[in-house]
């Protein structure tokens, strides 16, 4: 089932994110680093919009002006390791099931906004997010639809 089936963002701007994290992948990881760490000292803030089911909107601050934003997506929290790509052995919210939701560009002042529509009545409180900037492989927190 794909969760967030309505996403609007270009085919190529998702190509390239996905790529870049090489996702869906993930084994768990035995030590993780803390949610927003990534390795890099800073975090992205991720902020949930909108009533479930129906239309969403996921807003990511603190991210680098003109920056790729993948927003991924998994039904349990956890300690993934990305395997490959650009990001590779970075930790994530989220558990090995996590999954390539969409894509979007960070404006000039690093924030990043994502609207989905129709998300369906099964993700409602099952469903988690989280945000990845792959410019710099900086995770956010992870939210509960």
Request: net charge neutral.
């Amino acid at each position: 089932m794909r969760l967030l089936a309505s996403i609007l963002i270009a085919p190529t701007l998702a190509a390239a994110a996905l790529a870049a994290a090489s996702l869906p992948s993930g084994t768990v990881a035995t030590e993780g680093q803390p949610d927003g760490a990534g390795g890099s000292g800073r975090a992205l803030n991720l902020n949930l919009f909108g009533n479930c089911p129906g239309p969403m909107a996921f807003l990511v601050s603190g991210a680098r002006p003109d920056s790729t934003i993948a927003f991924l997506w998994s039904f349990g929290t956890g300690s993934a390791t990305i395997q490959g790509g650009r990001c590779a052995g970075t930790v994530l919210g989220l558990d090995a099931n996590a999954r390539f939701g969409g894509a979007a560009l960070a404006d000039a002042n690093g924030d990043a906004f994502w609207p989905v529509t129709g998300v369906p009545p099964s993700a409602c409180g099952r469903a988690f997010v989280q945000a990845l900037e792959i410019a710099g492989c900086v995770t956010s927190n992870v939210v509960r639809l």
